[in-house]
């Protein structure tokens, strides 16, 4: 699994000509020089392997499309998967490449750095895949299949203000409004999600301007902030200080068997952490209350209101009406999104190939119409990030290409029932638990 060997190029199955072509007399890099130029140290310099061309990328993140530090979790490394599964629109990118490049490795360097955990033959497998997949054209979106899905959460949306603006504001239109409410926005929220990753147009322009529609007009939320931090979690899922997703650790969760040892041993950020025992212990129990109290304090709320007039009508229905489906679409999108991640290795970046990084972090729920609408798809997690920009609904043509790979190479592929991966987040927060208890019985 260490082997540097030489896969092929992920660009040999494609029409262009690959990156920028290096001048006449390239400099020669060695990985050594490359592994300095991480981001850290003198000068915070930023280097990166795209098919063996090195690129200067220091002051290029900063104007990054996808996000300043999404390029630099890759800073020291080889990205050429990365990069590959990233970008769609290859003749724009290389706009941006051209001047950034500044020479590649010398001939008697591996394509990879000596300390990434590398599968020469999982590697070229995954890319001949890439390209079959590209051949079969389960890279390229059916807008019919997105029209519909617009169509209905605009549905959705507008039902949700007729039924109280027809039907009045008694207790039986209130809850039929809030449902609409709810289950309109989070479709819109994985709707949007289509569109950050330019699946829905082939475009990227017509992309983020219609996910700036979705989530800045009709949710409230910045597209660029919702884009800054996944790219993050996609380039380096379940990468502690890489994946924004675990910024809840230690604060808040105790995140997996290696980050909840140390948070013990006091080795978390150098200096030593005073935790709260019951925190780390009961945080299964915790997210259960969150949720519990949280709905008891809306409830509460509601009916306090509910019989009043006047004034408090018009607070009841805001509290109600608005504020109630975001904390329940929160909750419903939390579930959803952490069941496949949280339950799943949970370490610093090793510094793995593409393909293993991504079948180490992630899981699948199995498939049903209901589990496809409920989850926006993304309970083909698996198959979402090895190619984060194909349409949703090619996923479960992918699905068994990518169970074959898996099954080739000895990889388990992780699928589950819907039920079984939310009481997976739970059971996952109570061994983290007791693997800080025993750290600290034992350490």
């Keep these: 699994m260490f082997g540097q060997g030489e896969p092929t190029s992920p660009w040999e199955?494609?029409?262009?000509?690959?990156?920028p072509s290096i001048p006449a007399f390239p400099e020669l890099l060695?990985?050594?020089?490359?592994?300095?130029?991480?981001?850290?140290g003198r000068g915070r310099e930023q280097w990166l392997v795209i098919d063996r061309k090195v690129y200067d990328?220091?002051?290029f993140s900063r104007r990054h499309p996808?996000?300043?530090r999404v390029i630099g979790h890759y800073a020291g490394q080889d990205a050429t998967d990365a990069f590959v599964a990233f970008h769609q629109d290859k003749a724009l990118v290389k706009k941006y490449m051209k001047s950034l490049l500044i020479g590649e490795l010398a001939p008697d360097q591996p394509s990879f750095e000596s300390n990434k955990k590398v599968s020469k033959s999982l590697l070229e497998d995954f890319r001949e895949l890439r390209c079959t997949i590209e051949k079969?054209?389960?890279?390229r979106p059916n807008h019919f299949f997105f029209f519909l899905i617009f169509l209905h959460l605009l549905v959705l949306d507008a039902a949700s203000w007729l039924v109280v603006w027809y039907f009045g504001v008694s207790l039986v239109p209130f809850l039929a409004g809030m449902i609409d409410l709810l289950v309109s926005q989070i479709q819109m929220g994985w709707f949007q999600h289509d569109l950050g990753h330019c699946s829905v147009f082939r475009k990227p322009k017509w992309n983020r301007l219609l996910q700036i529609v979705m989530i800045n007009m009709l949710k409230g939320l910045p597209a660029s902030w919702w884009n800054h931090l996944h790219n993050q979690h996609h380039a380096k899922p379940n990468c502690f200080r890489k994946d924004p997703d675990l910024n809840m650790h230690p604060l808040l969760f105790s995140l997996g068997k290696t980050l909840s040892v140390e948070v013990w041993n006091g080795r978390f950020n150098d200096r030593k952490l005073e935790c709260d025992m019951y925190l780390i212990l009961f945080q299964p129990r915790l997210f259960y209350s969150i949720l519990f109290y949280s709905i008891l304090f809306y409830s509460i709320l509601f009916y306090s209101v509910l019989f009043c007039s006047g004034f408090f009508v018009v607070v009841g229905f805001l509290c109600f009406c608005v504020y109630l489906p975001r904390y329940l679409e929160s909750t419903w999108f939390i579930w959803v999104t952490q069941m496949n991640h949280i339950p799943m290795?949970?370490?610093?970046?090793?510094?793995?190939?593409?393909v293993s990084t991504q079948l180490h972090a992630?899981?699948?729920?199995?498939?049903?119409?209901?589990?496809?609408?409920?989850?926006?798809?993304?309970?083909?997690?698996?198959e979402h990030h090895l190619f984060p920009t194909m349409p949703r609904h090619n996923y479960w043509k992918v699905a068994p290409l990518v169970k074959?790979?898996?099954?080739?190479?000895?990889?388990?592929?992780?699928?589950?029932?819907?039920?079984?991966?939310?009481?997976?987040?739970?059971?996952?927060?109570?061994?983290?638990?007791?693997?800080w208890l025993e750290a600290y019985l034992h350490g």
């Design 57 to 59: 990328v220091t002051q």
């Design 362 to 382: 992630t899981c699948n729920v199995n498939q049903s119409v209901f589990n496809d609408w409920f989850t926006g798809h993304l309970n083909f997690q698996i």
């Design 345 to 354: 290795d949970i370490d610093y970046d090793k510094n793995e190939d593409w």
């Design 136 to 139: 079969m054209g389960l890279l």
């Design 404 to 435: 074959s790979l898996c099954d080739k190479h000895g990889i388990e592929y992780k699928s589950k029932t819907l039920l079984t991966a939310f009481v997976d987040i739970l059971n996952s927060l109570k061994d983290s638990g007791e693997h």
């Design 30 to 40: 060695t990985w050594e020089e490359i592994r300095t130029r991480n981001g850290g």
């Design 66 to 68: 996808g996000g300043s």
């Design 13 to 19: 199955c494609r029409d262009d000509k690959g990156p």
